[in-house]
């Protein structure tokens, strides 16, 4: 038995970040994976889709400049090359992560950590036997989450595919079927269509984007619309199969589409799976997530962090939970867990992006809601990079800013400054006093701000 | 005579903010411009520039990318074109302003205007016979700045020009050389190499981008030079001159350049000869700026903003002095004039930004001075953008965070953030606290602020 003062399940953006601040602050700390460092954002997630993004980049840009008439041009991605990059680069990523981690005196092991009892976790091997056995004062939970599935629309590995499948697709199918239009769903929609696949958007709820407020949803489909995508929502799969080698959707309404491939984008389900959380007195709600009170506790010697708890499933909301665990455990951290208006971005040739509150939480919690906006169109810098279409919508609650979001190329960009905007009440007197460097896709936020109020919708 | 609550002569981004400001105030306010509504900002300056520099964007992006060998292409601007819709934008532009100061109730004068006394503006038409006579309480000089030159380095407009007349240049040169490596010089520097041109960037100081960081500038020649760009730095111009059409620059070290054209991009000059300001009881310093004091007054009854003050020669300078100074003039602001930590940007392939003091600046205040840093390797939305050189450089004094600067593609996005950074103190506690949204450049800007720190070299 080995013992530490903390063990970590998990080593993705929570696990590895609360690793390190341990580490630093003096802890003993074992880090459990079971997979790569750095877990699903980087490996197969947030990060490679960003590469992928990034290489069809200019041809968004080109796009734009084309239909101004003031450039023209071919671009091509080569995929292979790309395929070949990004698992170099997040291999290279994931070892210095690894690295960085055993610098800083953490103890990394290979396996899969499973909950002994309260204060014991057992990490077994490949073949399911168990190679270690970690004792710690506490434990922190971080293992993620994995790709969704309901009955009927349930990869298969062959023409149906998860995320982590069509990442790794060694070519560019000719045709792509994209089941839920959430962040994933869109950017791969968004990458796969750049490469001249075509590809049709089927999304159950009856907007795109379906967390997002609907009328950066409803301007979204209509781009994307005008730029020739299929996006078809409100409209329920009932099953998805391999059938001859393609992939065959059939809706409830009676439909059948085929293509090459179909991607299953339908959300995201906790790994929580065979971790035997009632050996550590943790439990498990109806969906699998462990519950956690209001200081990320599982149970009193238990933490749980990140997708795992199902609060935010989003990396920077794991490694933010991931710190304050930490420094809860060093004594530096007290009170609940306080997220602040927690940042979100859909990336691709059109962004979404959004802090704190949509209009419709908002008005879910009482009267008195209001919204301002700006057209992208205002804005020189948009102007300048060929597509301003798009808007700034700011959501207020008697008269307080409570959520900023953004639809349009570019604002990505515009989301910590939108966060940090909001958390200093940058409204009237602060903004005016605020001196924004002109001209910037930045300016949009104060216009957005400052612009008449009306009741939301 | 018509009168006036004040009188605004100069109607570009200072002149017109503050005439808004006053104007929604319920002041009455009489806006005299002599060119175009939107200053030399609009129509000349930052936003064509922005322009010109978002048409050869996707090359840019292409030539990272293409380095890494995953993306490969031709693209093409149509320069033709490109000039075209710059016009078609900054005429519509300025209208679309003009008939926004008129709706908000601002008078509008086209004209020369020239102080006839502590009180009053003379008019001036085309001819310099005075088509209006105007009188107010308060006078706001916001006559903005034009290209400077010196003895032997003045533009002809014939083969040696300045900033306005390259902008509207009916085709690409074959070769120019810049004289003068600031903000003006390297943005024409990046647009025009991108274009095909061959430029040659000559520069009397020590360094590119003179006002900025040492090292932000040495490594920004350093990735100029691998890029084929040719800067001379440390080098003085003697003369420039148009000889058989062509360009000709001789440098004190005897050497003689030619080119297609030249470009003088040496500094600015304050609009002020003319103005009869001694007529309003203000006067000029050496150089011919307006002198005022602490709350922008240059006189009991008249203020100076923007560039004419020469405090700070920036779009974004003017504007906030300008709502300053309506502000003060409505009553609402008090106290002396507070900039803030301004930001700038330099725009292009590679881009610099920079928000409060340098780290020379911060040095000759006094001991203490660190510095902090973080290479854009290390971002995961650089790497993914095909181009991660540069870094984000941040200036302590005394352990108070004072500067953030950086250089790299696209880091002129992350110029509101670090602002907002800086001025709300988030280092340590605060910084851990809040949530950077992953994976953004942005984070670059945590990582730089809690590096390790160093002493200012």
Same mark, same amino acid.
């Given at each position: 038995m080995e013992r530490f003062d903390a063990i970590i399940i998990g080593g993705g953006p929570g696990g590895a970040k609360a690793a390190r601040t341990l580490a630093v602050g003096g802890k003993s700390v074992a880090l459990v994976e079971n997979a790569h460092w750095g877990g699903v954002c980087l490996n197969c997630g947030c990060i490679p889709t960003k590469m992928l993004l990034g290489a069809t980049a200019p041809k968004a840009l080109l796009r734009g400049l084309e239909r101004q008439r003031v450039a023209k041009g071919v671009v091509g991605v080569e995929y292979e090359a790309l395929q070949k990059r990004i698992q170099r680069y997040t291999r290279a990523a994931s070892q210095t992560l690894a690295k960085g981690l055993e610098d800083a005196g953490v103890t990394l092991f290979n396996g899969r950590g499973v909950c002994?009892?309260? @204060?014991?976790?057992?990490?077994?091997?490949?073949?399911?036997?168990?190679t270690a056995f970690l004792s710690a004062t506490a434990i922190i939970l971080a293992c993620g989450s994995r790709s969704a599935s309901?009955?009927?629309?349930?990869?298969? @590995?062959?023409?149906?595919?998860?995320?982590?499948? #069509?990442?790794?697709i060694p070519a560019v199918p000719e045709s792509l079927i994209i089941v839920g239009a959430g962040a994933i769903g869109l950017e791969m929609a968004d990458f796969?269509?750049?490469?001249?696949?075509?590809?049709?958007?089927?999304?159950?709820?009856?907007?795109?984007?379906?967390?997002?407020?609907?009328?950066?949803?409803?301007? #979204?489909?209509?781009l994307l619309g005008k730029a020739g995508r299929v996006c078809l929502t409100g409209v329920k799969a009932s099953s998805l199969l391999t059938r001859e080698g393609k992939?065959?959707?059939?809706?409830?309404?009676?439909?059948?589409l085929t293509a090459d491939k179909a991607l299953v984008a339908v959300g995201r389900a906790p790994n929580t799976s065979g971790l035997d959380v009632?050996?550590?007195?943790?439990? #498990?709600?109806?969906?699998?997530?462990?519950?956690?009170?209001?200081?990320?506790?599982?149970?009193?010697?238990?933490?749980?962090?990140?997708?795992?708890?199902?609060?935010?499933?989003?990396? @920077?909301?794991?490694? @933010?939970?991931?710190?304050?665990?930490?420094?809860?455990?060093?004594?530096?951290?007290?009170?609940?867990?306080?997220?602040?208006?927690?940042?979100?971005?859909?990336?691709?040739?059109?962004?979404?992006?959004?802090?704190?509150?949509?209009?419709?939480?908002?008005?879910?919690?009482?009267?008195g809601v209001a919204v301002s906006r700006?057209?992208?169109?205002?804005?020189?810098?948009?102007?300048?990079?060929?597509?301003?279409?798009?808007?700034?919508?700011?959501?207020?609650?008697?008269n307080r800013m409570v959520g900023i979001a953004a639809l349009g190329h570019g604002v990505s960009h515009l989301v910590t400054a939108a966060q940090l905007l909001l958390l200093g009440h940058y409204s009237d007197e602060k903004l005016h006093q605020f001196m924004f460097a002109h001209p910037t896709l930045d300016e949009a936020l104060a216009v957005a701000i400052q612009a008449p109020r009306e009741p939301a919708a």
């Open positions: 002994a009892d309260p @204060h014991s976790v057992r990490v077994l091997g490949p073949d399911g036997s168990e309901f009955p009927g629309l349930a990869p298969d @590995h062959d023409a149906i595919l998860d995320s982590t499948d #069509l990442l790794a796969f269509s750049a490469m001249g696949c075509t590809v049709t958007l089927v999304e159950a709820a009856p907007q795109l984007a379906p967390t997002e407020d609907a009328d950066i949803a409803r301007e #979204l489909q209509k992939a065959v959707l059939r809706l409830e309404d009676g439909r059948e009632d050996k550590a007195g943790c439990a #498990l709600d109806k969906r699998g997530f462990v519950t956690v009170d209001e200081r990320l506790r599982a149970s009193p010697t238990v933490y749980a962090i990140g997708d795992v708890n199902g609060k935010t499933l989003l990396a @920077h909301a794991a490694e @933010h939970q991931g710190a304050y665990v930490a420094r809860q455990i060093l004594g530096a951290a007290e009170g609940a867990y306080e997220p602040g208006p927690v940042p979100s971005c859909i990336y691709g040739a059109l962004e979404v992006m959004r802090v704190g509150k949509t209009a419709k939480e908002a008005q879910a919690e009482g009267d700006a057209l992208l169109t205002g804005n020189a810098i948009a102007q300048a990079g060929g597509d301003a279409s798009g808007f700034v919508k700011v959501v207020w609650q008697k």
